[in-house]
């Protein structure tokens, strides 16, 4: 097996396709006589790109683990602009003698039916939205639920007194990357779980409109340190990496994402909100490498499935009060139970706390 990195811009993913010979290694025969599945498998990277140390990096390491263990030559794919060029992208995935493409980047959401339609040779594997279509796996997550217990142990933690990191004003805050129902999807969750145990909890909410700039990221955290806030919660990839930054120069807390940012600044992480996308790629890469590729299906990844969580307070659980943990278990056993649902922005829309 081998792992590329393709750094693509149009022009460099038509030489690509060159390279690769067309569609040519799109089948081979097996001793049977049936035609195998491609051994050449891509991921399409999302904005933030590689080294963002959180969504896009967690979900390269379940690729890189997975194409290994089953044998199979997985590339790349990573564009500057993968928003405009998301369907130059993806359509030239589709000639390249890829059998299987998965795609991080939200925005292809409205595109990737058109394209997967043109190319039913290949399974496409979607994340963060349910997307129609014969060769088309989606892969959800219940975000919702894990950022509402973020936002509960965070309103429950900014009335704390005792701790230096917390100052007398109850206000938390949280930073998303772009205005949209995928990122949305978390601060609902965020905001639901904080007012769902003190109601008079203030969350301040700003959005960086970019996933790879820790500058802005730390700008926008230091403004709301700034404006009373104690924690705050940054949902914006590599952006995030500033909030987490700011955290520490704040003497503040910073909230992760995705991946165990805890580690990236010890004792000034308060948490992080997982969301385990290296696991949601290694089964489908194992489904299709098995021939059970779930076409048409969607599969679900919650906190039962751990999917999504937080993590365990390795660096801050001296920090937060036993009965605060105590309470963030019981309201996780209630969203897993059934007893407690969250209000999902993709399913039922905007709340009244979230529009304008």
């Not at 904005?47 to 967690?58: M, V």
């Not at 403004?223 to 924690?231: H, L, P, R, V």
């Amino acid at each position: 097996m081998r792992t590329r990195l393709v750094s693509l811009t149009l022009l460099s993913v038509v030489a690509l396709v060159a390279g690769c010979g067309g569609g040519s290694e799109q089948t081979s025969s097996s001793s049977s006589g049936a035609a195998a599945p491609s051994k050449k498998v891509a991921l399409v990277i999302a904005q933030g790109g590689l080294g963002d140390e959180s969504y896009n990096d967690l979900a390269n390491a379940g690729f890189t683990a997975a194409t290994k263990e089953k044998g199979l030559d997985g590339q790349h794919i990573e564009s500057k602009d993968v928003v405009a060029q998301g369907e130059q992208l993806l359509r030239r995935a589709g000639t390249s003698g890829f059998g299987l493409v998965i795609d991080l980047e939200f925005s292809h959401g409205e595109i990737l039916p058109t394209v997967a339609q043109a190319y039913p040779q290949v399974k496409w594997v979607f994340l963060n939205n349910k997307i129609k279509g014969d060769n088309i796996a989606s892969v959800l997550f219940s975000e919702q639920d894990s950022s509402y217990l973020a936002g509960a142990l965070a309103a429950m933690m900014t009335t704390q007194t005792g701790n230096p990191k917390i100052n007398p004003d109850k206000k938390i805050g949280v930073i998303g990357g772009t205005k949209s129902v995928g990122i949305d999807k978390f601060l609902s969750g965020y905001i639901e779980g904080a007012h769902a145990v003190d109601k008079d909890v203030q969350v301040l909410t700003a959005y960086s409109n970019s996933f790879g700039d820790p500058t802005k990221g730390a700008q926008l955290a230091d403004t709301m340190f700034q404006q009373g806030a104690d924690i705050v919660y940054a949902v914006a990839g590599g952006t995030g990496a500033g909030v987490i930054q700011s955290a520490q120069k704040n003497k503040r807390y910073a909230i992760g994402v995705d991946d165990n940012q805890d580690k990236l600044a010890p004792g000034y992480v308060l948490t992080s909100v997982l969301k385990r996308t290296d696991l949601a790629v290694q089964k489908v890469v194992d489904l299709y490498a098995d021939g059970k590729f779930p076409g048409g299906q969607t599969i679900g990844l919650g906190l039962a499935e751990d999917g999504v969580g937080l993590t365990d307070f390795q660096y801050t659980k001296q920090d937060i009060p036993q009965p605060v943990q105590d309470k963030v278990a019981d309201l996780k056993k209630k969203i897993m139970s059934g007893e407690l649902k969250v209000w999902n922005v993709i399913d039922q829309g905007y709340p009244a706390w979230l529009q304008g």
